[in-house]
C-alpha cells in the first residue's frame, strides 16, 4: 500500500514537473499564454488541471475550488471557464470569435445567417432577431429583451459569452444573483461523455434557471448543481454561506453545486477530457436540422451530410485558431474573414481549390474534383453549389423545418408536433445577394410594431403582452403549438389597442396591416419589414448521386419542377391569408419566363434527334463526295484519264 | 450540272416542284440563319454576356429547323457543288506535273464557280461542329472542362461559319446578277 502511495506521489511530482518544463521551455511571444500557440504537435495536451472559481469581487484573487471545504465557513462555488481555461488561454481573445462576438458593434455580420426566432401564438409573434446587423432581423433591444432576459431565453443553445457576459447597469443586482454566462468551453470541446448541454439538469435547463453562474459547470459532468437563481430575489448572495444556507431552508431552493467525488485528485486538480478538434455531437446541440415530410417526421428518416458519413467531422471545414474565427465556409467570405483558410473551405475551395493561388489547393481532404458530366457551364455562374447539392430533395411544397436554435431541439420537454411555432420552410430557392440562387430556409416575421418614417419598429414584447394578451385570451392555443386562427377582427382589435404607442401596425404573413383614418384595416403586400427571412442553407450535402439534375434537366427546368415552380406556403396567424408564392417569386425571375422555358424541354429531345439526324446525313454527304474525289485523284494517279 | 444552276435554280422562270422546295428550303435556311446570329451574337458581342432568356430559347428553336435546311440543302446542292476538272487547271497541271502523266488540257472552267463550291462544302463541313459541339453538350458525357471548350468550339465556328456563308450569298447573288 505504501509502494502504491509513494509510486503515486513519484508520477503526481513528475507530471507536475513537466508541465512545469513544458511551460518553462514554451517561448511564447510576450503576451501570449501556454495555450495560445501552438507548438505544432498533433498529440493532444493533457489538461490535468485546477479549477478556479469566480470571487465575489471582480479585482480579488480567483478562489480554488476544494470539495472539501467546510460549507459552514465557505460556499463551494462553479468552476469559471474564464478563470480555469484563461490560464493557459487568453480568454479575451477567444470571446472575441464568431459564436461569441455578434454583440460586438465592430465584428463582421457576414452573410446571413439564422436569427434567433422569438414566438408567442397567443399574440401572433414570431420575429427574427439578431445581435448582427442582418437585414430583416430586429435587435432584441429593439423588441424590449434586455441582454440578460435574451441569455436566459435563448442561451441555452448558445456556448456562452456574448450577451450573457454584458454589464447590465440596470440589472447589477440581478447579474450578481445570477452571474455571467461565460465562455462555455466544455460545450465545444469536451469529449467526456457526461457533458451535458440538454439533460434534465444540463446546461440549457440552468440557463433558463438562471444560474448562469453555474450552468458550465453544471454540463461539465463533474458535477450537480440543483436550484433556481431566478427564483432568488435581488439581495441574496451566492458567496455568503448564511445566505445560502438561509435559503436553503426555504421553499426555492437557491442554486448549489456539489462536485462528484471521484473527479478530484490527491492534488484537488481534475483531468479534462479536451478534445481540440470538436466532436460532431457537440455541434449538433445547436446546429440540427429536422426536415418533416410526408411521414418523415424523424431524424432516422434523413441522412446526414454526406460529408460527416465519409468520415468528417463539422471542424474539418468549419477551422479556426485561438482566435476561434472559426470560418463559415461560404464563397466570398474571404472579403470579411480574417481567418486564412476560408479560400479553400468553401465547397468550390476545397473540392476545386483556390484560384487565386499558384499552389495545387483543390482536392482537401480527398474531396473528389466533380465532373458535372452534361451540365452546362452557365449553371455555376446562377446557382450555388448548395443549390443542387445540399438541404432535402425540394418538394411542390418546401419542408417544414425545425431548427435546434428555433425549436430548442435537444432539451428537456420539446414540443415534437410538426405544426409548433416558428415555422421555417425549407429549401425556397431564392436570390442572393451575389446574384446566386441558393436554397434557403424561410421564416415570415410576424409581430406588432409602429411605423415611423415607413420604417417598422417593433413594439416591445411586454407592452404587446400587457395590452394584447388580455384581449386575446379567449383564444384557443393549439396544443401542436401552432398559430391560432387569426381574423382581420383580432388585428383590428389589436391595432386599435395599440393605437397609443403610435401609428400601430401589424407585420404578418409579408403583408402590413394597419388602420387608416376612418378605423378600417388595410393591407400593404410590398413592404420590405413584411418580405420573409431568408438564411442560406449549407447543410446537409446530399451525395452526387442524388443532387439536382442528376435525372435530367427537367429535376429543375420542369413546368412542374419544384425549383421554379414550388409553393412556399405564406405562413400567418391571419387564417384567411394563408395562401401560397411560387419559388420563382424569390429568384427575381419572370414566372412567364421561366415556365416558357421549363415547357421548351419538352422538344429538347426532339431538337436532339433533328439536329443528330441532320449532321449524320452531312456528314454521309461529305463523305460521300469525298470518297468520289479520293477516287478521282487515285484514278489520275493510277494514269487512268477519265 | 453546274454550280451556276444553283442561282438558275433560284432565278430561272421555268422550275420544277423540286426547284420550289429548294428555294423554299434555301429560304427558310437564310431566314433560320439571320435568326440564329442575331439571337446567338447579340449578347455575346453587344451586350458582352452570356446568351440567355428568351434570345436562347429563340436560338434553341431555329437551330434544329436550320440543321435540317442544311441538311437538305447538302443532299440538293451537293452534286452541284462538286469539284471538275475546268475548276482547278493550275491543280490538274501541278498533279500532271508531279506524277509525269500527260493528257489533255485541262477544259477551261464556267464563271466563277470555284468560290461558290468552296464555300458550300465549308458550309456543310462547318455546320457538324457548330451543330455537334452544342448537341455533344446536352449529352451527360462530357464534363466542365469540355463543356466550356464545346460553347468556345461553338462560338467560333460560327464566327467562321457567319462569314463563310455572307461570302457564299454574295457570290450567288453576283452569280445571279450576271
Keep these: 500500500m505504501r509502494a502504491l502511495k509513494r509510486g503515486w506521489t513519484f508520477r503526481g511530482a513528475l507530471c507536475v514537473l513537466t508541465l512545469c518544463l513544458v511551460a518553462g521551455a514554451a517561448e511564447n511571444e510576450p503576451g501570449k499564454l501556454l495555450g495560445d500557440e501552438s507548438d505544432g504537435s498533433r498529440a493532444h495536451p493533457i489538461h490535468r488541471i485546477e479549477l478556479l472559481a469566480e470571487p465575489s469581487e471582480p479585482d480579488d484573487e480567483a478562489i480554488k475550488v476544494d470539495p472539501n471545504i467546510d460549507p459552514e465557513e465557505e460556499v463551494l462555488l462553479p468552476f469559471s471557464t474564464r478563470l480555469t481555461c484563461g490560464e493557459c488561454h487568453t480568454y479575451g481573445i477567444i470571446a472575441g470569435g464568431w459564436h461569441f462576438n455578434a454583440v460586438d458593434p465592430n465584428a463582421e455580420d457576414g452573410r446571413p445567417g439564422q436569427p434567433w426566432l422569438y414566438v408567442d401564438a397567443r399574440t401572433g409573434t414570431q420575429i427574427p432577431l439578431s445581435y448582427r446587423s442582418w437585414p430583416g432581423t430586429y435587435k432584441p433591444a429593439q423588441f424590449g429583451l434586455s441582454d440578460h432576459e435574451f441569455t436566459k431565453i435563448f442561451g441555452r443553445q448558445m456556448p456562452g459569452g456574448g450577451p450573457g457576459e454584458i454589464d447590465d447597469p440596470d440589472e447589477v443586482m440581478r447579474q450578481y444573483v445570477t452571474g455571467k454566462l461565460e465562455v462555455n468551453c466544455l460545450a465545444c470541446h469536451n469529449g467526456d461523455p457526461r457533458q451535458d448541454q440538454g439533460g434534465p439538469a444540463g446546461y440549457a435547463v440552468q440557463v433558463s434557471r438562471g444560474n448562469f453562474r453555474w450552468a458550465t459547470a453544471a454540463s461539465s459532468g463533474l458535477a450537480t448543481v440543483t436550484g433556481s437563481a431566478n427564483d432568488m430575489d435581488e439581495m441574496y448572495d451566492p458567496y455568503d454561506p448564511f445566505s445560502v444556507e438561509s435559503a436553503q431552508s426555504g421553499k426555492k431552493k437557491p442554486p448549489m453545486i456539489a462536485y462528484h467525488k471521484n473527479v478530484f485528485d490527491y492534488e484537488n486538480t481534475v483531468f479534462f477530457d479536451i478534445h481540440r478538434e470538436v466532436p460532431s455531437q457537440r455541434c449538433y446541440f445547436c446546429h440540427s436540422n429536422l426536415y418533416i415530410g410526408e411521414g418523415h417526421t424523424e431524424k432516422w428518416h434523413c441522412d446526414e451530410d454526406i460529408h460527416m458519413k465519409a468520415g468528417m467531422t463539422c471542424v474539418d471545414c468549419h477551422r479556426n485558431g485561438i482566435a476561434h474565427n472559426i470560418n463559415r465556409g461560404y464563397p466570398g467570405e474571404e472579403k470579411t474573414s480574417s481567418n486564412k483558410l476560408v479560400a479553400t473551405s468553401s465547397c468550390e475551395g476545397c473540392h476545386l481549390g483556390d484560384k487565386s493561388t499558384s499552389d495545387p489547393t483543390g482536392g482537401r481532404l480527398g474531396a473528389p474534383v466533380p465532373e458535372h458530366l452534361g451540365l452546362p457551364a452557365v449553371h455555376f455562374e446562377r446557382l450555388t453549389c448548395t443549390a443542387c447539392h445540399s438541404g432535402p430533395w425540394p418538394k411542390a411544397e418546401p419542408h417544414p423545418t425545425k431548427t435546434s436554435m428555433a425549436h430548442r431541439l435537444g432539451t428537456p420537454n420539446v414540443n415534437k408536433a410538426p405544426e409548433m411555432l416558428p415555422h421555417i420552410a425549407s429549401p425556397v430557392f431564392a436570390k442572393q445577394e451575389d446574384g446566386k440562387i441558393a436554397p434557403h430556409k424561410l421564416v415570415w416575421p410576424a409581430f406588432w410594431g409602429v411605423l415611423k418614417d415607413e420604417q417598422v419598429e417593433p413594439i416591445e414584447f411586454d407592452t404587446v403582452t400587457k395590452i394584447i394578451g388580455g384581449l386575446f385570451e379567449k383564444e384557443e392555443l393549439p396544443f401542436s403549438g401552432d398559430w391560432p386562427d387569426f381574423t382581420a377582427d383580432h388585428i383590428v382589435k389589436g391595432l386599435t389597442a395599440l393605437k397609443s404607442a403610435g401609428k400601430a401596425v401589424y407585420v404578418g404573413g409579408g403583408k402590413l396591416y394597419s388602420l387608416d383614418d376612418s378605423g378600417t384595416l388595410s393591407e400593404q403586400a410590398d413592404h420590405p419589414a413584411a418580405k420573409p427571412y431568408m438564411w442560406p442553407i449549407g447543410h446537409e450535402v446530399r451525395p452526387a448521386a442524388q443532387s439536382l439534375g442528376i435525372r435530367y434537366c427537367t429535376d429543375c427546368h420542369g413546368t412542374d419542377a419544384p425549383f421554379f415552380f414550388g409553393d412556399v406556403t405564406i405562413d400567418t396567424p391571419v387564417a384567411a391569408d394563408r395562401q401560397a408564392k411560387k419559388m420563382v417569386d424569390f429568384q427575381d425571375i419572370s414566372p412567364s419566363y421561366a415556365w416558357a422555358f421549363a415547357f421548351s424541354f419538352v422538344f429538347r429531345p426532339m431538337m436532339k434527334i433533328v439536329v443528330l439526324g441532320a449532321s449524320a446525313v452531312m456528314a454521309f454527304v461529305l463523305l460521300f463526295y469525298a470518297l468520289k474525289a479520293l477516287g478521282c485523284v487515285v484514278n489520275v494517279l493510277g494514269g487512268k484519264d477519265d | ?178
Design chain 2, 1 to 178: 450540272m453546274h454550280v451556276s444552276d444553283m442561282s438558275r435554280s433560284i432565278s430561272k422562270y421555268k422550275r420544277s416542284l423540286v426547284d420550289y422546295f429548294r428555294i423554299l428550303v434555301y429560304l427558310v435556311a437564310m431566314f433560320s440563319f439571320v435568326v440564329l446570329a442575331l439571337t446567338g451574337f447579340y449578347p455575346v458581342l453587344v451586350l458582352g454576356e452570356h446568351i440567355t432568356g428568351y434570345l436562347v430559347m429563340i436560338h434553341a428553336t431555329f437551330a434544329p429547323v436550320f440543321a435540317g435546311c442544311m441538311a437538305v440543302l447538302a443532299v440538293m446542292w451537293a452534286r452541284q457543288c462538286r469539284f471538275t476538272p475546268g475548276d482547278l487547271p493550275w491543280f490538274e497541271r501541278l498533279v500532271r506535273l508531279l506524277t509525269l502523266t500527260e493528257g489533255d488540257e485541262a477544259r477551261p472552267g464556267r464563271s466563277s464557280g470555284l468560290w461558290q463550291k468552296i464555300t458550300f462544302w465549308l458550309i456543310i463541313f462547318l455546320t457538324l461542329p457548330l451543330g455537334l459541339s452544342i448537341l455533344a453538350s446536352m449529352f451527360p458525357l462530357l464534363g466542365t472542362h469540355w463543356q466550356e471548350l464545346l460553347l468556345m468550339i461553338h462560338r467560333y465556328t460560327a464566327y467562321v461559319f457567319s462569314l463563310v456563308v455572307i461570302l457564299h450569298t454574295v457570290l450567288l447573288f453576283r452569280m445571279r446578277a450576271k
